[in-house]
Nanobody, 124 residues
Framework: QVQLVESGGGLVQAGDSLRLSCVSS????????MGWFRQAPGKEREFVAA????????NYADSVKGRFTISRDNAKNTVYLQMNSLKPEDTAVYYC?????????????????WGQGTQVTVSS
């Protein structure tokens, strides 16, 4: 059974940083691209960042480019999202997901497994 468990969310002030982690089990983690998505209240889930299976390529939503960094440690079956210069509009539940392939996608439908999410709240 595949499980993805996120952690690291919390309540911070604008300009602060957070690092989210997502630990995978039951999945041959090193074979698959991974992604981070987020969903704010009343909004659709949106793509945030993704990384290929070998970490050689990453991709970001324009809204987070230059502030967020996705990385992974295949030895630890973990993907990270370093979030700097946080803004109130970054407030959302953040989800990690495993892609169906080794190459990342920006569409949620391309991801097979999802975590339960971790809340990030940024106050102004």
């Amino acid at each position: 059974q595949v499980q993805l468990v996120e952690s690291g969310g919390g309540l911070v002030q604008a300009g602060d940083s957070l690092r989210l982690s997502c630990v995978s089990s039951g999945l041959t983690f090193s074979l698959y691209a991974m992604g981070w998505f987020r969903q704010a209240p009343g909004k659709e889930r949106e793509f945030v960042a993704a990384i290929t299976y070998n970490a050689r390529m990453t991709n970001y939503a324009d809204s987070v480019k230059g502030r967020f960094t996705i990385s992974r440690d295949n030895a630890k079956n973990t993907v990270y999202l370093q979030m700097n210069s946080l803004k109130p509009e970054d407030t959302a539940v953040y989800y990690c997901a495993s892609d169906r392939t080794s190459t990342y996608h920006r569409l949620a439908s391309e991801y097979d497994y999802w975590g339960q999410g971790t809340q990030v709240t940024v106050s102004s």
